[in-house]
Nanobody
Framework: QVQLVESGGGLVQPGGSLRLSCAAS????????MAWYRQAPGKQRELVAT???????NYVDSVKERFTISRDNAKKTVYLQMNSLKPEDTAVYYC?????????WGQGTQVTVSS
């Protein structure tokens, strides 16, 4: 059973930074496309960023120029570097992949941006 395990969430002041990590327990990680989603209270889950096996990236408009998704295939880990955080970035952040038509989700990590 493949697992995705997130870490790195927490409480940060507006304008601050956090780096989320997602470790995958699959030997095939290097060919997996990866993504980060988030879900704020009372809102639908939202796609934040994606990274392909070829390292191509895409972002939702609201985080462009502030967030960076990256991957380290040797460590089987995907990252989300979040800078210039805003209160509206507050959400539970989830790691996700769907490599063979099966959805894999992490357990989520809480990010709270507040003064």
């Amino acid at each position: 059973q493949v697992q995705l395990v997130e870490s790195g969430g927490g409480l940060v002041q507006p304008g601050g930074s956090l780096r989320l990590s997602c470790a995958a327990s699959t030997i095939n990680f290097r060919i997996w496309p990866m993504a980060w989603y988030r879900q704020a209270p009372g809102k639908q889950r939202e796609l934040v960023a994606t990274i392909s096996s070829g390292f191509s990236t895409n972002y939702v408009d609201s985080v462009k120029e502030r967030f960076t998704i990256s991957r380290d295939n040797a460590k089987k880990t995907v990252y989300l570097q979040m800078n210039s955080l805003k209160p509206e970035d507050t959400a539970v952040y989830y790691c996700y992949s769907n490599p063979y038509g099966t959805d894999y989700w992490g357990q989520g990590t809480q990010v709270t941006v507040s003064s």
